[in-house]
């Protein structure tokens, strides 16, 4: 489990998923994760994709095992968060790799590609909104004190996974252990990152976004509306959307299967790799 000490900005931690045959010089695969979690959260994934791709799960400064030692008022911005993708790319030699972000991940990965093209080989969008709408607001960003940040998180994952994030008849154990995973995180980091998720909106880049795309999305989604997905392709050249069969927003946990499996096909087919055991 690599760690990136830098001498400016905080220590990154990050997992690498790799089963993929040595001789083959397999191209890296970046899976961002969402507001507030880390790269535990894409665990189901990882048996579909790290046999042909060498899969690199970042934890988003502060959370996870990244350190947090940096100012949480100015120094948590999507441009900062771009720089952190770009310094573990660095740091694993890759000239470019494929990019997945999974809800405000991949509003990173908006940035991410917009800014630095030549590094994007792939462009992966899974439930990603333009702007976070009402519904979707972090409400226990604005909270000072402890107290009111821990009873605020708890009200808001019970809240936001019944009204947007699980269909109703969602396996428990994995309502319990999104919640319990949520939990392990800084809630000073959460809140920063929720401060930031609140008022985020990428539409500036959608324009300079040249690379091909792929958007993992439910079929209307309480955060990724009709009229935002309708700006993706307007805005998007070469955009593929594909439609979940639920209105809930955590596809990527919901159809693991599914959403890994669009993913291994658009990146691979990009590559001209097969992506099946001959």
Not at 13 to 38: C, E, M
Not at 179 to 198: D, H, P, S, T
Not at 214 to 240: C, F, H, V, W
Request: glycine residues 8%; neutral net charge.
């Amino acid at each position: 489990m690599p760690n990136l000490k830098r001498s400016t900005g905080p220590d990154l931690h990050y997992v690498i998923d790799d089963f993929t045959d040595p001789w083959k010089n397999a191209p890296y695969l970046i899976l961002q994760h969402g507001n507030g979690r880390s790269g535990e959260f894409w665990y189901s994934w990882i048996p579909y994709l790290s046999r042909f791709y060498k899969v690199v799960r970042p934890d988003v400064r502060g959370l996870g095992q990244s350190a947090a030692d940096f100012d949480l008022a100015s120094e948590f911005t999507l441009e900062h968060c771009v720089a952190d993708v770009l310094a573990i790319l660095d740091e694993l030699g890759a000239a470019s790799a494929h990019f997945c972000g999974e809800s405000m991940g991949g509003m990173i990965g908006m940035a991410f590609a917009a800014t630095h093209a030549a590094r994007v080989r792939t462009l992966t969008l899974v439930s990603t909104p333009i702007s976070i709408n009402e519904k979707g607001k972090v409400t226990f960003a604005d909270k000072q004190s402890k107290e009111e940040r821990e009873r605020g998180v708890d009200e808001w994952l019970a809240a936001s996974n019944r009204g947007m994030r699980f269909p109703p008849d969602t396996d428990p154990g994995l309502v319990e252990w999104y919640n319990a995973e949520f939990k392990k995180g800084r809630r000073e980091v959460q809140a920063a990152m929720g401060g930031l998720a609140n008022r985020a909106n990428v539409a500036a880049y959608l324009a300079n976004i040249k690379l091909p795309v792929l958007g993992l999305y439910p079929t209307n989604g309480p955060l990724t509306t009709p009229d935002q997905e309708a700006m993706l392709i307007s805005n998007i050249k070469d955009l593929r959307l594909v439609h979940m069969p639920t209105s809930y927003h955590k596809v990527q946990m919901v159809f693991p299967a599914g959403c890994a499996t669009q993913l291994l096909h658009f990146i691979s087919a990009h590559d001209g790799r097969p992506c099946r055991e001959s």
